[in-house]
């Protein structure tokens, strides 16, 4: 029987934390987020003018009695936005014996439990060139082991089309909300036109960049031959310590550029190398770009 991904310590350790977002969003009430709303809520925000046809069980009578106006009371609302976490599993995160893939899926497990014992609803989508398995909770920790199971059964394979995903994704869910990203963000067109036209539409973004150390510094020099694992294609060059000090800086650009590209919009960034212990990352780097809280 294979091991979990998450063992039962780990998860009592994530009890204490909630998922975080800065924007405000409509949503359900009931969440842990406090919004810029008004509405119905328990946390005093503003009063206003009362207007014909307000209900009356909103005016603040102890202020009717001092200044003879009439005023009504505003509550913050805390609204239950959904989470949605878009998960890589094309086949570049099987590369390296699978190990970015066998930490995303702990990683996205981790996220979900923080979710559901906060009450978020939370989804999970796979994708590479679209959306595949979808697997939706929500009600509190015991709909756990449903999304453990899901994550196991998910099978990895397939090329990345981050604009095919975001457009179908977009064209299927109309409320704005926070959406998570777990991927090595490898997609040979390119992620970044596709991940700001995510922001432009509304959602606020929180990048996950997961890569194995040889995807950042090749080992290999001399006469290669090259295949890439999503394509099929073939490619022969020579490397040596130059060549393999260029393709590093420009990895690290593209990381640069997807930073920016999240921060500019309001969203979070991590750069995550899948060596990292999954502790350090969700009780370090996440709640000090303010992922988790």
Known sequence: MPAPL??????????????HWQKSFPGLVGGHNASRFAGAGQEFLDH????????LRAVNWRAYLRLEKLFMKMFQVEP???????????????????????????????????GLVRLDSVEIHAFHNRLGQRICSSGGRSRFPAV??????????????????????????????????????????????????????????????????????????????????????????????????????????YCAALQA???????RYAGVPVSQPLENLIFGELIKVRGIA
């Open 261 to 267: 590209l999240a921060v500019r919009s309001g969203g």
């Open 148 to 253: 453990m199971d899901g994550l196991s059964a998910i099978e990895p394979g397939g090329r990345t089309d981050c604009v095919a995903v975001v457009r179908e994704f977009i064209g299927g869910y109309s409320q704005r909300g926070l959406v998570i990203i777990i991927s090595d963000f490898l997609d040979d067109n390119g992620c970044e036109r596709a991940l700001q036209y995510l922001a432009d539409y509304g959602h606020e973004l929180m990048l996950l960049q997961l890569w194995a150390e040889e995807d950042r510094v090749p080992p290999w020099t001399g006469e290669l031959d090259l295949r890439d694992v999503e394509t099929g294609a073939d490619l022969k060059l020579n490397a040596d310590e130059s060549s393999r000090e260029r393709y590093t800086r420009a990895f690290d650009e």
């Open 80 to 114: 239950r936005v959904p989470v949605r976490l878009l998960l890589d599993s094309s086949s570049s995160m099987l590369t390296h014996g699978g190990a970015k893939f066998d930490y995303a899926r702990r990683l996205a497990g981790a996220l979900s439990y923080v």
């Open 48 to 55: 206003r003018n009362f207007h014909h046809g307000d209900d």
């Open 6 to 19: 998450l063992d039962r310590e780990f998860l009592e350790r994530l009890e204490r934390l909630t998922l």
